[in-house]
Each structure stands twice: as C-alpha cells, then as structure tokens.
C-alpha cells in the first residue's frame, strides 16, 4: 500500500538554527498537507500544496512540493521554542480517496 | 464557535471489554473521520462518515465499528479490546460542501488505555 515517509524522525536544534524535516511518498500525490502536533495536543492543520514545485511560506516556516509531486519539505528558519512539537505530512491514499496517509512524523525540539 | 470536541479526554479499560468514543463536529461540517494515533506514530485512518454512512474504512478489523447521527456528530465502538487497542483516537471533521482533499480539523483526542 501507499507510504509516506518522514526524514529525520527527531530533531534537536538550538534556538535560532534552522530546521527542515523531509518527506517522500511511495506514489504520486494529488497534493499533500502538512500538521503539526505540539506535546500533548491535536494536529493542526498548517498548510496544503497542490502544485507540482510549489512553495508556499508562512513568516518564517517554507513548505515545498517537489516537481514530481512525491516529496515534499518543510523548512523553519531561526527557530524558537514556540516551535517544539511534532510535524506530520500526509497524502490523500491513491485515486481521490479522502483517506489521508500521515507519515510517523518529525519530533523537533529547541533548547533556549 | 466550538471547534470539534471529543469526549471523553481519557478512558482505562480492561481487555476484552468494550468502549465507546464520541465526537461532535465542528460548527459547519458534515464530514467525520476517525483516526488511532499510537505513541510516536502518525495518525492512522479508521474510518469516514458522510450523511450518516460509512463511506471509507482504513485497515482496521470489523472490531471498530461507528455511527453517524442526524446532527452530523458521531461515535467509534471498539469491541473486544486488546491491549494494541491503547493510543489516541482522534476525530477529524471537514466543513460542508467542501472539496473532497480540503484539510482536517481534528479534536483533542480520546487517550484510551487498555491494561
């Protein structure tokens, strides 16, 4: 079956380092979305590309679609405490399903 | 405006037992999903409900069940608890008339335990 998979699955940085965390898919996506998940709470939800090479920025945070629409990534530039948690991307599952298929997620953590 | 609420926010049960979680959708939306979280995994899909059926289901046995009401909320039943049944669930709602791949807003979330 279909699979996303994130790269790396923790992260450590100090504050003000960047950050990026990857993601890549077993099949071609119709879009895919990104969420994160601070300790002890919900995904929520962050951003969708649909695009082929899309990049969209959100202040300091920089999500790109690859050109073949299977890998994606997420780059926070400087950052700061209020961005510890766990960052999921996912992909609606093959032919227009509306399952989502999360992958296990990047766990970042900010030492102050 | 209340966002989607789940209740309850935490539950122990023994195995074999059988429990019931429920969700209330946000204001607006039609749609519910249901998601397991393990610990230190990404969310898996359980199943959908639109106007009261179930549409999708994800790899999961015929041990979880659901429902779907007339006001759009809706319960997850899991029987015969075994102790892989232990993570979070969370429910996930979309708004009315949008696009099938529109994003999710999913509640906090039922910790359940079985021990």
């Known amino acids: 079956g279909q699979q996303v998979m994130q790269i790396p699955q923790y992260q450590h940085v100090q504050e003000g380092e960047d950050f990026t965390t990857y993601c890549n898919s077993s099949t071609t996506l119709s879009n895919i979305q990104w969420y994160k998940q601070r300790p002890g709470g919900h995904p929520v939800f962050l951003i969708q590309?649909?695009?082929?090479?899309e990049v969209k920025k959100q202040k300091r945070l920089t999500f790109q679609f690859g050109e073949a629409k299977k890998n994606s990534s997420l780059h926070i530039t400087a950052t700061q405490t209020t961005d510890v948690g766990t960052y999921f991307c996912a992909g609606p599952n093959q032919g227009g399903s509306e399952k989502l298929v999360f992958g296990k997620g990047t766990k970042l953590t900010v030492n102050p | 405006d209340a966002g989607v609420t789940q209740s309850p926010t935490h539950l122990i049960k023994t195995r074999g037992q059988q429990v019931t979680l429920r969700c209330s959708p946000k204001s607006g939306h039609d749609t519910v999903s249901w998601y397991q979280q393990a610990l230190g995994q990404g969310p898996q899909f359980i199943f959908q409900?639109?106007?009261?059926?179930?549409?999708q289901r994800g790899n999961f046995p015929d041990r979880f069940s659901g429902h779907q009401f007339p006001n759009y909320s809706s319960e997850l039943n899991v029987n015969a608890l075994l102790l892989g049944d232990s993570a979070l669930y969370l429910c996930?709602?979309?708004?009315?008339?949008?696009?099938?791949?529109?994003?999710?807003?999913f509640g906090n979330g039922t910790r359940l335990t079985v021990t």
């Open positions: 409900y639109y106007e009261e059926e179930e549409r």
């Open positions: 590309l649909v695009k082929s090479g």
């Open positions: 996930a709602s979309r708004r009315q008339g949008a696009v099938w791949n529109s994003p999710l807003h």
